[in-house]
């Protein structure tokens, strides 16, 4: 099977699929838009990135007479080469659900009622003025960089708080502690290159055959053109990738870390890690009292001691992954002549001890000197377009500034400070507050500590996405003084409880950039005009914070007196782009991403002037000016032969070391437990995820009709022995149950995802079946980083319960 094959299959799964599940549920946005089919010789083309996962792939839009009408995989685009998945050939039509919000509406009762543009700015610069430390602004890693960056300066240069986080803490803070405890600096050092030069690519609960399809297509081409690439699937639910692994292994949940401990246990006690790699780059850390993000400094005798308990024995007890399996990992990581590719995303992330199993996945790359060369590395994944770009990297988070800086550090608030021309002590050193604690004081009563009072949520939705959602969203809607302002583009589980809704712009109806999982920025212009009174999220902001100036709120004004977010035209004259009228005299993108590249130098993340990615399927950082004057990405960070910062001689260089000695640190990090498991009253784990059809929440896949028909609802996978001794079948309503809330679904039996026994799978892209409210919000103590993955939960066949409520 070639990669087109592979995609074409992926397609045909999602279109055909329909035909074997029951409908549930109202058809509530089943909408027809307009066909994508390729039209006449009038159609402009334009390039932009897919508007969906974080793999980044680039497609060429089809624009005519002022609508998107086809859509083609971009053959210049270095990712995906001219192929999509199938959410990406149908990204056109995301523009054009029929129930696409046009107009600011205001909560009046039970109902929302349509107010002026002018009105609803009013109204939030109001409720700020009223009490700018109880407001926070909750985002994404959908919003564009651009964007994001504004974001972050409204809150962080201008209300003198740092309330402000994104969902990416949903999904990627794990990775970025990972990388911090590791190198001392964020983002993976490797590319999707790795991928097409790797011997072993290792999935680590991940399935991007679904996830992340067009760059697992990658290493599925090279095995059709002959290459060799053995696919190893360490997992907790057999899914697509592991139909083509040649190892699938599956683990008892939350033992991953008894199993990388494993590894690395066997490498040492059989001398097999690569001495010469880790003696010249590495340093050794454990936890230290208290913890933290640093740990303590340990020897490599210690480190050794540490990892003694952790003989295959004792993981296979612990993780259930045979000692022969477990011996066969710790071959291929002790070989010298294979290159390995390490590939994670949600399943490491989203678990309370993220940050550790972030931390080992780097340690066992670096214990084996698998790292550092094409094909040799340890890859984090992203779920989002910009999570790295406008999360990360723009600091978008309530611990975070732009360009890697941190709140905590006095000389980054100052460097901030002085970049963004406000008066010194402006950026405030009280750190804000992560998503998990933001939701809990805006749903707790004020009296009794919940000070958050506003919330300003854009490009997301919450109130599907967030863990334990009747505990972190509902009761703020009984409290008369907590308000939610929520900018979308569709109504969704969050704006429908909103106070305030303002209809947004998506995708190529505005300018954008977004960075990928590789450090690639890419860049668009806005092609097409959006529907009714849609309009950019990045106005918005800025015309809220123009009214707040208006009304007389200092924080807005920089040092001399000019307007935070103050442009220049061609003439020197400040352009008005706080009025709509005037928000495309210039290019508001270009001017906020200069602004941003300024902060971009201390962790060697330089980007490029905003015009180089005009021209280019975009450019991974560090991108650094050659002597001719030209431009020049990094493909594999702190290797001598690729990154401009590692010094002349050199193969590898930590130049971020949190040891300062250019090392990165090994860690060791001990199996915990999980903090909730299977017991006589709720003996099954439930785990949460994604297909390959929706995206996240399926707000926009949903109002795709081919999406929609090919996976019209959620479900739960069991086991087929489960399913037996429960006594149901395909199509079955059963209510799975959790201590934190129940749910009728209909079963899926031998899907293209199979559980082990004694394991749930729902997919959480359904509005209509939200099981977010059954899980935990427990989180990694370091990210704050929830745990979807994992939580006790009880499934019964519907007939039965309904017979003993009667
Ligand atoms: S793999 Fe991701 S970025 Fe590429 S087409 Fe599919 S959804 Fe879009």
Redesign the pocket.
């Known amino acids: 099977m070639d990669r087109r094959d592979f995609l074409k299959g992926s397609a045909m799964t999602a279109a055909t699929l329909a035909a074997s599940r029951l409908a549930y549920g109202q058809d509530r946005a089943a909408v027809e838009p307009p066909s994508t089919a390729r039209q006449g010789g009038d159609v402009q083309w334009n390039k932009a990135?897919?508007?969906?996962?974080?793999?980044?792939?680039h497609?060429q839009v089809g624009v005519q007479n002022g609508k998107v009408v086809a859509i083609a995989?971009d053959q210049k685009a270095p990712?995906?080469k001219g192929?999509?998945?199938?959410?990406?050939?149908h990204?056109g039509l995301a523009l054009y659900g029929q129930d696409r919000l046009t107009t600011p509406l205001l909560r009046k009762g039970d109902k929302q009622v349509p107010i002026s543009w002018e009105e609803a700015i009013d109204i939030i610069a109001r409720r700020v003025l009223k009490d700018p430390k109880g407001f926070a602004l909750y985002g994404s890693g959908q919003w564009t960089i651009p964007e994001g960056y504004a974001a972050s300066k409204f809150v962080k240069a201008g209300l003198g708080t740092h309330n402000i986080d994104a969902n990416a803490r949903l999904c990627m803070a794990s990775a970025v502690t990972g990388f911090l405890a590791t190198y001392g600096v964020d983002e993976p050092a490797g590319c999707y290159d790795d991928l097409d030069a790797c011997d072993v690519l290792i999935t680590w609960g991940n399935n991007p055959a679904e996830?992340?399809?067009?760059?697992f297509s990658r290493v599925i081409d090279r095995r059709s053109r002959g290459e060799k690439v053995t696919l190893i699937d360490i997992g907790t639910r057999k899914t697509r990738t592991s139909g083509f692994a040649d190892h699938s292994l599956r683990f008892k949940p939350n033992s991953d870390l008894a199993i990388a401990c494993g590894i690395a246990h066997l490498l040492v006690e059989n001398g097999t890690y690569d001495k010469a790699f880790v003696e010249a780059n590495c340093a050794f850390r454990a936890s230290s009292t208290p913890p933290t993000l640093e740990g303590k400094a340990i020897s490599f005798e210690e480190y050794r001691e540490l990892l003694k308990p952790y003989t295959p024995e004792k993981v296979e007890q612990l993780s259930g992954v045979s000692q022969k399996d477990l011996r066969m990992l710790a071959g291929l990581f002790g070989r010298r002549d294979v290159r390995i590719t390490s590939l994670w995303c949600m399943g490491p992330n989203q678990h309370t001890q993220g940050t550790a199993m972030n931390s080992l996945l780097h340690g066992l790359h670096l214990l084996s000197g698998h790292f550092g060369k094409p094909g040799d590395a340890p890859t984090s994944l992203t779920g989002q377009?910009s999570a790295c770009g406008t999360v990360r990297e723009v600091g978008t988070l309530s611990h975070a500034l732009p360009g890697g800086r941190v709140v905590a550090k006095a000389e980054h608030r100052a460097q901030m400070e002085e970049i963004w021309n406000v008066p010194a002590g402006r950026v405030s050193e009280k750190i804000g507050y992560h998503t998990v604690e933001m939701w809990k004081r805006f749903s707790t009563p004020t009296e009794q500590g919940g000070d958050v009072h506003t919330v300003w949520v854009q490009v997301t939705n919450p109130a599907q996405s967030l863990p334990n959602t009747h505990k972190l969203v509902d009761p703020s809607r009984k409290l008369a003084d907590k308000f939610l302002i929520v900018s979308d583009v569709y109504p969704t589980a969050t704006t429908r409880i909103a106070d305030l809704v303002l209809p947004s712009a998506m995708w190529v109806e505005k300018n954008g950039m977004v960075g990928?999982s590789e450090r690639r920025t890419q860049q668009w212009f806005k092609l097409v005009q959006p529907p009714g009174q849609a309009r950019d999220d990045g106005w918005q902001l800025i015309s809220v914070a123009h009214r707040l100036l208006e009304l007389g709120f200092a924080g807005m004004k920089d040092k001399d007196g000019r307007f935070l977010f103050d442009v220049k035209g061609k003439d020197g004259r400040s352009v008005p782009i706080w009025e709509w009228s005037h928000y495309y005299d210039v290019n508001v993108d270009e001017h906020l991403f200069e602004e941003y590249r300024k902060t971009t130098r201390i962790k060697h993340k330089d980007l490029a002037p905003y015009q180089e990615y005009v021209k280019a399927r975009g450019l991974r950082w560090p991108v650094v000016q050659q002597p001719d004057g030209s431009w020049r990405e990094t493909r594999f960070r702190f290797s001598g032969f690729d990154d401009p910062y590692v010094k002349k001689g050199r193969d590898i260089q930590f130049y971020h070391s949190t040891s300062h000695d250019d090392r990165a640190q090994i860690w060791f990090q001990p199996y915990e437990p999980p903090p909730e498991s299977p017991d006589s009253e709720y003996p099954f784990w439930l785990c949460t995820g994604r297909v390959i059809e929706h995206?996240h929440t399926g707000s926009v896949t949903m109002r795709i009709p081919q999406l929609r028909r090919a996976m019209p609802q959620a479900y739960v996978e069991m086991n087929r022995a489960d399913a037996r001794k429960l006594g149901v079948d395909n199509g079955d309503l059963v209510t799975v149950e959790t201590r934190r809330g129940k749910l009728d679904l209909p079963v899926w039996l031998g899907g293209r995802g199979e559980p082990v026994e004694g394991s749930l799978f729902v997919p959480f892209f359904d509005e209509r079946l939200l099981i977010n409210e059954l899980t935990l919000d427990a989180h990694d103590p370091f990210s704050k980083q929830p745990d979807y993955k994992k939580c006790a939960a009880r499934v019964r066949r519907r007939e039965r319960v309904a017979e003993k409520q009667k």
């Open positions: 990135p897919c508007r969906f996962c974080g793999t980044g792939c497609v995989g990712v995906n192929l999509l998945c199938v959410k990406g050939y990204v996830m992340h399809p067009v760059l377009p990928n995206w």
